[in-house]
């Protein structure tokens, strides 16, 4: 069982940025592909990127290539999404999501564990 805690959401201007972080418990943190995904009101839950078990590969969804980075320290069992240059459309609720596995998957039904999201909230 794992549990996932983000943390780190808030208001920002566009062109701002923000880091969140999502705290994992569990022994067998680094066994786990860790995603990041976020929902919009009115909207479906969006893959925004993943990061493999090691840290060395990641995925991103083009709306947020160049602009969000995702790192993890398995040391303290914690990702963390950078967030530049934050744009209105950026405002959601983010979601870190972990699955045991050696991919790196980008569709929400592939993930087993849920956190219970952070509001991100950008205004022009």
């Known amino acids: 069982q794992v549990q996932l805690v983000e943390t780190g959401g808030g208001l920002v201007q566009a062109g701002g940025s923000l880091r969140l972080s999502c705290a994992a418990s569990?022994?067998?943190?680094?066994?786990?592909?860790m995603g990041w995904f976020r929902q919009a009101p009115g909207k479906e839950r969006e893959f925004v990127g993943v990061?493999?078990?090691?840290?060395?590969?990641?995925v991103y969804a083009d709306s947020v290539k160049g602009r969000f980075t995702i790192s993890r320290d398995n040391a303290k069992n914690t990702v963390y999404l950078q967030m530049n240059s934050l744009v209105p459309e950026d405002t959601a609720v983010y979601y870190c999501?972990?699955?045991?596995?050696?991919?790196?998957?980008?569709?929400?039904?592939?993930?087993?564990?849920w956190g219970q999201g952070t509001q991100v909230t950008v205004s022009s």
């Open positions: 999501a972990a699955v045991r596995s050696f991919r790196l998957p980008s569709y929400a039904y592939e993930y087993s564990y």
């Open positions: 569990g022994r067998t943190f680094s066994s786990y592909a």
């Open positions: 990061i493999g078990w090691s840290g060395v590969n990641t």
